[in-house]
């Protein structure tokens, strides 16, 4: 149930124009009752909704963002594509991560309570969508960048991951590669369940490791696959980063690349021209994805409706020596 400022001014024991007051920083008034009245929207949770902050005081023109990380490789790209839409548009952006846990989320509930932004582009951090739906809710404009769990609720702009994968699998199999290792992703994103479900749409009986995005466990899944003795053809791993693990792992163990194994990965971030061999990848479209979640939410503070189904930007097989 969204709180109002009638809440508010009720469990404050204000007035409405009161509470509009301090919300706004407009007109005069006690040092005291102000405290009480923000204490009480921090208690209750209450978020304007971007059209009553925009008639009361005028927008903030500036754009929210909400990231996991910056240090994930394609996450340069998803920005520069909302810097180069929000600043074309005479807008702000305000940009936060999670890097710091439970106190990142406090941080970021605060500047939303405070009204900073008037809108939020969300690259889904774990364990906080929870709070980004309670805000959502309560008025504040969300889409989503990369519906890695999928929430129909929300705007937001995807890539076509199963195709992804299945395109990688053509690939392989049309190069006559038909016992690949598949290196996913953490099984929990909505990501991975869709590039190892459009593999095995064309290689079922692929073997596959449970990954989690890192060099680390790329090289590994290879290593103990090698040491097991099982035969294998080819690597499919779920991003450019696992796959640079993978060819690390096959050159330590004297494996060809690509006439004893052939491997491809998936962003195509700048690095993947730069491995040894170059690295054939499915490309997201990163940079658009960017472009487009800011375009849209942009857009719903004109007033213009965002779509109602996800906005879908295609992949790309990039084919490179790795894997011609």
């Not at 990142?104 to 980004?132: C, Q, Y």
């Not at 129909?152 to 690949?180: C, I, K």
């Not at 503070?301 to 879908?312: I, K, N, R, W």
Request: aromatic share 4%; charged share 20%; hydrophobic share 45%.
């Amino acid at each position: 149930m969204r709180v109002t400022i009638a809440d508010v001014a009720r469990e404050a024991g204000v007035s409405k124009t009161t509470v509009s007051r301090v919300i706004n920083t407009k007109g005069e008034v006690d040092g005291s009752t102000a405290a009480r009245v923000r204490e009480v929207i921090a208690q209750l949770g209450y978020v304007p909704s971007s059209g009553a902050v925009g008639l009361a005081r005028g927008n903030s023109r500036t754009v929210g963002m909400l990231v996991p990380s910056l240090a994930w490789p394609w996450m340069g790209e998803v920005l520069q594509g909302v810097v180069d839409t929000v600043e074309a548009a005479g807008y702000g952006l305000l940009l936060f991560t999670i890097s710091r846990g439970a106190e990142s989320v406090e941080h970021f509930i605060g500047r939303v309570s405070a009204r900073a932004f008037d809108g939020l582009l969300v690259v889904e951090p774990e364990n906080t969508m929870d709070k980004i739906t309670e805000l959502h809710r309560k008025g504040l404009p969300v889409v989503l960048i990369d519906d890695r769990g999928h929430h129909p609720e929300f705007p937001s702009v995807v890539t076509t991951n199963r195709e992804g994968g299945a395109s990688a699998a053509r690939h392989l199999l049309a190069a006559g590669r038909t016992r690949p290792l598949v290196i996913t992703g953490p099984l929990h994103f909505g990501c991975t369940r869709e590039r190892t479900a459009g593999f095995r749409d064309h290689q079922p009986d692929a073997i596959v490791v449970t990954g989690d995005f890192t060099e680390a466990l790329g090289r590994r899944a290879v290593e103990e696959l090698i040491a097991s003795g099982t035969a294998f053809d080819s690597v499919f791993a779920h991003n450019d980063i696992s796959a640079a693990g993978a060819l690390r792992a096959l050159r330590a163990a004297g494996r060809s690349v690509p006439d004893d194994v052939a491997v491809v990965g998936f962003d195509d971030i700048p690095m993947a021209e730069h491995t040894e061999p170059p690295l054939t990848t499915v490309r997201q479209p990163t940079r658009r994805m960017g472009e487009m979640a800011a375009r849209i939410l942009l857009g719903h503070l004109g007033g213009v409706a965002a779509p109602a189904e996800p906005v879908v930007l295609p992949t790309e097989l990039v084919v490179r020596a790795s894997a011609p």
